[in-house]
Protein backbone atom coordinates (compact mmCIF):
# COMPACT_ATOMS: atom_id res chain seq x y z
CA UNK A 1 0.00 0.00 0.00
CA UNK A 2 1.61 3.40 -1.04
CA UNK A 3 2.10 6.35 1.32
CA UNK A 4 -0.95 8.13 -0.99
CA UNK A 5 -3.23 5.38 -0.39
CA UNK A 6 -2.69 5.18 3.12
CA UNK A 7 -3.63 9.12 3.85
CA UNK A 8 -6.49 8.77 1.28
CA UNK A 9 -7.86 5.43 3.17
CA UNK A 10 -7.44 7.71 6.54
CA UNK A 11 -8.75 11.51 5.46
CA UNK A 12 -8.62 12.47 9.45
CA UNK A 13 -4.72 11.83 9.62
CA UNK A 14 -4.09 13.20 6.33
CA UNK A 15 -6.21 16.70 7.60
CA UNK A 16 -4.08 16.55 11.12
CA UNK A 17 -0.58 16.41 8.75
CA UNK A 18 -1.93 19.04 6.90
CA UNK A 19 -2.77 20.91 10.09
CA UNK A 20 1.14 20.21 11.64
CA UNK A 21 2.61 20.98 8.54
CA UNK A 22 0.79 24.43 7.74
CA UNK A 23 1.74 25.53 11.33
CA UNK A 24 5.43 25.26 10.56
CA UNK A 25 4.49 26.70 7.27
CA UNK A 26 2.85 29.69 8.89
CA UNK A 27 6.06 29.90 11.12
CA UNK A 28 8.15 30.29 7.79
CA UNK A 29 5.79 33.04 6.56
CA UNK A 30 6.02 35.19 9.46
CA UNK A 31 9.70 35.12 8.86
CA UNK A 32 9.41 35.93 4.97
CA UNK A 33 6.40 38.58 6.06
CA UNK A 34 8.83 40.39 8.36
CA UNK A 35 12.24 39.87 6.21
CA UNK A 36 11.54 40.07 2.45
CA UNK A 37 11.10 43.73 2.86
CA UNK A 38 13.54 44.92 4.55
CA UNK A 39 15.77 42.67 2.49
CA UNK A 40 14.20 44.71 -0.71
CA UNK A 41 14.82 48.18 0.89
CA UNK A 42 18.88 47.19 1.87
CA UNK A 43 18.96 46.13 -1.58
CA UNK A 44 17.16 49.26 -2.90
CA UNK A 45 19.64 51.15 -0.53
CA UNK A 46 22.32 49.86 -2.25
CA UNK A 47 21.26 50.44 -5.47
CA UNK A 48 20.71 53.95 -5.23
CA UNK A 49 24.28 55.00 -3.56
CA UNK A 50 25.72 52.83 -6.34
CA UNK A 51 23.76 55.09 -8.89
CA UNK A 52 24.59 58.02 -7.19
CA UNK A 53 28.24 57.38 -7.14
CA UNK A 54 28.59 57.04 -2.77
CA UNK A 55 30.45 54.51 -1.01
CA UNK A 56 28.39 51.59 0.19
CA UNK A 57 28.04 52.05 3.76
CA UNK A 58 28.70 49.05 6.50
CA UNK A 59 24.95 47.73 6.89
CA UNK A 60 24.04 47.08 10.82
CA UNK A 61 22.33 43.88 9.84
CA UNK A 62 22.31 41.58 6.48
CA UNK A 63 18.92 39.59 6.14
CA UNK A 64 18.20 37.11 4.33
CA UNK A 65 15.37 34.31 4.87
CA UNK A 66 17.56 32.34 6.84
CA UNK A 67 20.53 34.16 8.90
CA UNK A 68 20.55 35.85 10.89
CA UNK A 69 18.38 33.32 13.55
CA UNK A 70 15.19 34.05 14.57
CA UNK A 71 15.51 37.03 17.07
CA UNK A 72 13.46 39.74 19.05
CA UNK A 73 13.47 43.32 17.18
CA UNK A 74 13.74 44.91 20.57
CA UNK A 75 16.18 43.33 22.56
CA UNK A 76 18.14 41.18 19.75
CA UNK A 77 18.09 38.25 22.20
CA UNK A 78 17.85 34.81 19.52
CA UNK A 79 15.18 32.83 20.24
CA UNK A 80 15.49 29.83 21.32
CA UNK A 81 13.79 26.56 19.56
CA UNK A 82 11.62 25.98 22.13
CA UNK A 83 10.15 29.48 22.34
CA UNK A 84 9.60 29.21 18.56
CA UNK A 85 6.84 26.53 18.33
CA UNK A 86 3.90 28.27 16.38
CA UNK A 87 0.74 29.07 18.37
CA UNK A 88 1.87 26.91 21.70
CA UNK A 89 5.11 29.48 22.16
CA UNK A 90 3.13 32.58 21.59
CA UNK A 91 0.49 31.08 24.04
CA UNK A 92 2.85 30.46 26.82
CA UNK A 93 5.03 33.56 26.87
CA UNK A 94 1.47 35.65 26.71
CA UNK A 95 2.35 37.09 23.85
CA UNK A 96 5.50 38.71 25.06
CA UNK A 97 9.25 37.94 24.72
CA UNK A 98 11.02 35.53 27.18
CA UNK A 99 13.64 38.24 27.57
CA UNK A 100 12.61 41.72 27.61
CA UNK A 101 9.03 41.24 28.30
CA UNK A 102 8.55 43.16 24.26
CA UNK A 103 4.70 42.38 23.28
CA UNK A 104 4.96 39.82 20.31
CA UNK A 105 2.97 41.51 17.54
CA UNK A 106 -0.83 39.73 17.24
CA UNK A 107 0.44 38.87 13.09
CA UNK A 108 2.79 36.18 14.37
CA UNK A 109 -0.15 33.94 15.66
CA UNK A 110 -3.32 35.44 13.13
CA UNK A 111 -0.40 34.39 10.35
CA UNK A 112 -0.43 31.00 11.37
CA UNK A 113 -3.84 30.24 12.48
CA UNK A 114 -5.05 31.48 9.13
CA UNK A 115 -2.53 29.59 7.13
CA UNK A 116 -4.01 26.86 9.05
CA UNK A 117 -7.79 26.91 8.61
CA UNK A 118 -6.90 27.47 4.97
CA UNK A 119 -4.67 24.73 4.46
CA UNK A 120 -7.12 22.27 6.08
CA UNK A 121 -9.67 23.81 3.92
CA UNK A 122 -8.05 23.19 0.86
CA UNK A 123 -6.77 20.09 1.77
CA UNK A 124 -10.23 18.62 2.57
CA UNK A 125 -11.45 20.68 -0.32
CA UNK A 126 -9.29 18.55 -2.77
CA UNK A 127 -8.53 15.52 -0.91
CA UNK A 128 -5.23 13.82 -1.70
CA UNK A 129 -4.27 15.09 -5.39
CA UNK A 130 -1.95 17.30 -7.34
CA UNK A 131 -4.19 19.86 -7.38
CA UNK A 132 -4.30 20.43 -3.28
CA UNK A 133 -0.54 20.54 -3.67
CA UNK A 134 -0.68 23.19 -6.05
CA UNK A 135 -3.27 25.34 -4.15
CA UNK A 136 -1.26 24.59 -0.92
CA UNK A 137 1.19 26.98 -2.37
CA UNK A 138 -0.80 29.12 -4.01
CA UNK A 139 -2.41 29.71 -0.53
CA UNK A 140 1.00 29.98 1.52
CA UNK A 141 2.08 32.65 -1.37
CA UNK A 142 -1.04 34.53 -0.94
CA UNK A 143 -1.11 34.95 2.39
CA UNK A 144 2.28 36.12 2.06
CA UNK A 145 1.84 38.99 -0.19
CA UNK A 146 -1.12 39.86 1.50
CA UNK A 147 0.91 40.84 4.38
CA UNK A 148 3.72 42.42 2.96
CA UNK A 149 1.20 44.81 1.36
CA UNK A 150 -0.77 45.90 4.43
CA UNK A 151 2.15 46.43 5.86
CA UNK A 152 4.17 48.00 2.98
CA UNK A 153 2.21 48.63 0.28
CA UNK A 154 4.19 46.27 -1.61
CA UNK A 155 3.93 43.10 -4.18
CA UNK A 156 7.06 41.89 -4.46
CA UNK A 157 8.67 40.32 -7.78
CA UNK A 158 10.15 37.85 -5.51
CA UNK A 159 6.29 35.81 -4.52
CA UNK A 160 4.26 37.57 -7.75
CA UNK A 161 6.44 36.05 -10.45
CA UNK A 162 7.34 32.91 -8.18
CA UNK A 163 3.39 32.77 -8.50
CA UNK A 164 3.00 33.17 -12.34
CA UNK A 165 5.69 30.07 -12.92
CA UNK A 166 3.90 28.06 -10.58
CA UNK A 167 0.87 28.34 -12.47
CA UNK A 168 2.67 27.47 -15.65
CA UNK A 169 4.32 25.25 -15.17
CA UNK A 170 1.18 23.50 -13.24
CA UNK A 171 -0.61 23.98 -16.36
CA UNK A 172 1.91 21.45 -18.44
CA UNK A 173 0.41 19.42 -16.51
CA UNK A 174 -3.44 20.62 -16.52
CA UNK A 175 -3.28 20.83 -12.75
CA UNK A 176 -6.06 23.16 -12.74
CA UNK A 177 -6.32 24.66 -16.22
CA UNK A 178 -4.32 23.70 -19.52
CA UNK A 179 -1.45 25.92 -20.89
CA UNK A 180 -3.29 27.52 -23.39
CA UNK A 181 -5.88 29.07 -20.79
CA UNK A 182 -2.76 29.70 -18.28
CA UNK A 183 -0.65 31.44 -20.89
CA UNK A 184 -3.57 33.80 -22.04
CA UNK A 185 -4.83 33.98 -18.34
CA UNK A 186 -1.08 36.02 -17.42
CA UNK A 187 -1.54 38.13 -20.35
CA UNK A 188 -4.76 39.38 -19.95
CA UNK A 189 -4.42 39.84 -16.43
CA UNK A 190 -1.31 41.81 -17.05
CA UNK A 191 -2.73 43.86 -19.86
CA UNK A 192 -5.96 44.68 -18.01
CA UNK A 193 -4.43 46.55 -15.16
CA UNK A 194 -1.94 48.20 -17.50
CA UNK A 195 -3.95 49.10 -19.95
CA UNK A 196 -6.66 50.82 -16.64
CA UNK A 197 -3.69 52.35 -15.05
CA UNK A 198 -2.44 54.12 -18.33
CA UNK A 199 -5.85 55.24 -19.21
CA UNK A 200 -6.40 56.62 -15.16
CA UNK A 201 -3.26 58.11 -15.31
CA UNK A 202 -3.87 59.69 -18.84
CA UNK A 203 -6.92 61.21 -17.25
CA UNK A 204 -6.07 62.20 -13.80
CA UNK A 205 -2.32 62.56 -13.88
CA UNK A 206 -2.48 60.38 -10.96
CA UNK A 207 -0.74 56.80 -10.51
CA UNK A 208 -4.05 54.45 -9.67
CA UNK A 209 -2.00 51.16 -8.60
CA UNK A 210 1.67 49.80 -8.80
CA UNK A 211 2.72 47.45 -11.01
CA UNK A 212 3.06 44.37 -8.76
CA UNK A 213 -0.68 44.43 -8.80
CA UNK A 214 -0.42 43.98 -12.36
CA UNK A 215 1.78 40.91 -12.00
CA UNK A 216 -0.15 39.48 -9.15
CA UNK A 217 -3.18 39.56 -11.78
CA UNK A 218 -1.13 37.92 -14.38
CA UNK A 219 -0.09 35.19 -11.44
CA UNK A 220 -3.99 34.76 -10.90
CA UNK A 221 -4.53 34.33 -14.38
CA UNK A 222 -1.48 31.97 -15.00
CA UNK A 223 -2.62 29.88 -12.15
CA UNK A 224 -6.40 29.62 -12.60
CA UNK A 225 -6.90 30.59 -16.36
CA UNK A 226 -8.43 33.65 -18.05
CA UNK A 227 -12.09 32.98 -17.83
CA UNK A 228 -11.78 33.61 -14.17
CA UNK A 229 -10.12 37.00 -14.68
CA UNK A 230 -13.34 39.04 -14.39
CA UNK A 231 -14.89 37.02 -11.49
CA UNK A 232 -11.22 38.25 -9.91
CA UNK A 233 -11.60 41.65 -11.09
CA UNK A 234 -15.12 42.16 -9.91
CA UNK A 235 -15.14 40.63 -6.58
CA UNK A 236 -11.31 42.69 -5.76
CA UNK A 237 -13.17 45.48 -6.84
CA UNK A 238 -16.31 45.56 -5.15
CA UNK A 239 -14.41 44.34 -2.11
CA UNK A 240 -11.98 47.43 -2.69
CA UNK A 241 -14.49 49.94 -2.78
CA UNK A 242 -16.59 48.99 -0.20
CA UNK A 243 -13.40 48.83 1.96
CA UNK A 244 -12.42 52.30 0.72
CA UNK A 245 -15.91 53.56 1.89
CA UNK A 246 -15.31 52.27 5.21
CA UNK A 247 -12.46 54.27 5.76
CA UNK A 248 -13.59 57.12 4.58
CA UNK A 249 -16.63 56.54 7.04
CA UNK A 250 -14.39 55.86 9.89
CA UNK A 251 -11.43 58.52 9.08
CA UNK A 252 -14.17 61.11 8.61
CA UNK A 253 -12.92 62.74 5.46
CA UNK A 254 -13.13 61.96 1.83
CA UNK A 255 -9.56 63.30 0.63
CA UNK A 256 -7.83 60.42 -1.86
CA UNK A 257 -6.37 57.54 0.51
CA UNK A 258 -4.05 54.74 -1.17
CA UNK A 259 -5.54 51.58 -0.02
CA UNK A 260 -3.21 48.47 -1.03
CA UNK A 261 -5.32 46.48 -3.63
CA UNK A 262 -3.40 43.40 -3.29
CA UNK A 263 -4.86 41.89 -0.67
CA UNK A 264 -8.49 42.37 -2.04
CA UNK A 265 -6.60 40.74 -5.37
CA UNK A 266 -5.32 37.54 -3.55
CA UNK A 267 -8.70 37.10 -1.36
CA UNK A 268 -10.37 37.04 -4.65
CA UNK A 269 -8.10 34.60 -6.38
CA UNK A 270 -8.32 32.54 -3.83
CA UNK A 271 -12.27 32.31 -3.90
CA UNK A 272 -11.93 31.82 -7.10
CA UNK A 273 -9.64 28.58 -6.49
CA UNK A 274 -12.23 27.37 -4.39
CA UNK A 275 -15.42 27.98 -5.77
CA UNK A 276 -14.73 30.14 -9.29
CA UNK A 277 -17.06 27.91 -11.47
CA UNK A 278 -20.09 27.28 -8.67
CA UNK A 279 -19.99 31.24 -8.73
CA UNK A 280 -20.50 31.34 -12.46
CA UNK A 281 -22.60 28.22 -12.78
CA UNK A 282 -24.84 30.06 -10.46
CA UNK A 283 -24.57 33.32 -12.15
CA UNK A 284 -25.38 31.82 -15.72
CA UNK A 285 -27.81 29.70 -14.26
CA UNK A 286 -30.22 32.81 -12.82
CA UNK A 287 -29.14 35.37 -15.42
CA UNK A 288 -29.15 33.54 -18.15
Known sequence: MSDLSILTDHPD????LIALLSLLVGSFLNVVIFRLPRMIQ????QECRHYLGLKSTAETERLN???PRSHCPACKKVIKPWHNIPLVS???LRGQCVNCKTTIPLRYPLVELLC????VYVA???GVTAQTAGALIFTWILIALTFIDVEHQLL???LTLLLLWIGLVLSLFSVFVPSSDAIIGAILGYLIFATIQALFQFATGKRGMGQGDYKLL???GAYLGWHELPLIILLASTIGIVMGILHMVMKRRIASVALPFGPYLAFAGWVALLWGRDIMQLYLHYFF
Open 13 to 16: AFLL
Open 42 to 45: QEWG
Open 65 to 67: LWL
Open 90 to 92: YLI
Open 116 to 119: CFAS
Open 124 to 126: WRF
Open 156 to 158: PDQ
Open 218 to 220: AAL
